[in-house]
C-alpha cells in the first residue's frame, strides 16, 4: 500500500481545463498520489482548448480510471483518500453530484467523498448563473462540499495567465493541506495598496 496522501481529480467538460493540468503537475512535486477520471467532454474541452491529447494528461497521473468503470476502487469508501476535486467542473456534473445520481466514475467518487466526510471541491465554471445552479451549488454546500469557482485575484497583481493559474491552484491544494510554492497574499505593507506576493519556499 502507499504510503502517500492520494488525491481524486476529475475533469469534466467546463471550460478551464489548464487548472487541471497545472494542479496534476504541482502534485507530483509533492508527496501526493493522484487518481484522475476525465469525461468525455472533458477529453474533447482539453484537445480544443490545450491541443493535448488524452494520454498526454494521463501521463501526469499515478492512476487513471475510465469515466465508466463504476467498479473502481474509487466508488468505494474503503478506498482512503485526502479528498477529491473535480477541476474544471461542469453545470451537469455540479448537478449531478448535488442529486447524488453517481452515474459515472466523477460523480460516484465525489458521492463518495460527500459520504465519508471528506473534502470535495468543485471548481465550478459557468457564467451568468441560473437558479439551477445556485441551488445545487447551495445543495453541494450543505452536504459538506466546498464551491471553488477559480476566479482570478488581481490583488497579486498577475504578470501572466500563468500567475493567476497557479494562484488558484495552490489556493486550492491549500484546502487539502497539500502546500505548494506558489504566489499568496502578504498582506498590504505600503500605503499605495496591495503589493504582489511573492512566491513561497518550502
Known sequence: MSSKRRLVVGISGATGAQYAIRLLMLARTQDVETHLVISPSGVLNIRHELGLDRQAVHALADHVYSPRDVGA?????SFATAGMVVAPCSMRTLAAIAHGLSDNLITRAADVTLKERRRLVLMVRETPLNLAHLRNMTAVTEMGGVIFPP???????????DDMIDHTV???LDLFDIRVPGPRWEGMDTPEGPVRGSSDTL
Not at 476502487?73 to 469508501?77: D, N, R, V
Not at 476566479?151 to 495567465?161: G, K, Q
Open 170 to 172: 495552490c489556493r486550492v
Open 73 to 77: 476502487t474509487l466508488a468505494s469508501g
Open 151 to 161: 476566479l482570478p485575484a488581481f490583488y497579486m497583481r498577475p504578470a501572466s495567465l
